[in-house]
């Protein structure tokens, strides 16, 4: 039972980690039996089947785009999304920004790191982030709020390593707050950890675990 995976992770959560249930790929009558239960936070990674699930599900759910989105979806999804956790250029956060406004709202977003060995998958470095912040454009979007980061582990059964990528993840969260985000008490958000490996993400600091097969089952 779905209802049943939730209770049972959400007892184990710290007060300071949020869950988010990934549903991507999964009926709505299964993100239904999540709402019943309890559940309010859901991730989806691709906008088309965002757009059609927010279309039918009850509208006090907090959508959470995870996947890598590209500019000219972003509109789609700009009038209701709660948090966009993959943004990695300033491109992307430029035209989340103009959507917002259009929208007449704030967008809150993670910047998304490259922290895993693994060459697939996207992400800035710390100096990229540093350049992104500083920027003029970026200075400029007021619809906007960088609210923490986001990051990936590497897909290996090596848990030394995970751990490692984990705290990588941290210090640059920690990094940006020093230099950057002091006075925002806003930017608080790490979202690392996904099934397989969200007890260690949490061990290093995680506040955001992004967990689908273990609420819904495999693919």
Known sequence: MIADRIKEI????????????????????????????????????KVQELVDKYEVLPKDIEWHLIGHLQTNKVK???????????????????????????????IDVLLQFHIAQEETKFGLSLG??????????FQSCQNIRVVGVMGMASFVEDEQQVRREFQAL????????????????????????MSGDCQIAMEEGSTMIR?????????
């Open 170 to 193: 941290k210090s640059i969260f920690d990094e940006l707050h020093e230099s950057n985000f002091k006075d925002q008490s806003y930017f608080k958000e790490i979202s690392m950890g």
């Open 10 to 45: 959400t007892s184990t959560l710290p007060a300071t980690v949020s869950l988010i249930a990934v549903s991507k790929t999964k009926p709505v009558r299964d993100l239904q039996e999540a709402y019943d239960s309890g559940q309010r936070a859901f991730g989806e990674n």
């Open 128 to 137: 990229e982030a540093q350049e992104l912040i500083e920027s003029e454009a």
């Open 76 to 106: 789609y999804i700009a009038p209701f999304v709660h948090l966009i956790h993959a943004v990695d250029s300033l491109k992307l956060l430029v035209e989340i920004n103009k959507q917002a406004e259009k929208n007449e709202r704030s």
């Open 211 to 219: 967990v689908g097969s273990s609420i819904f089952g495999g693919r």
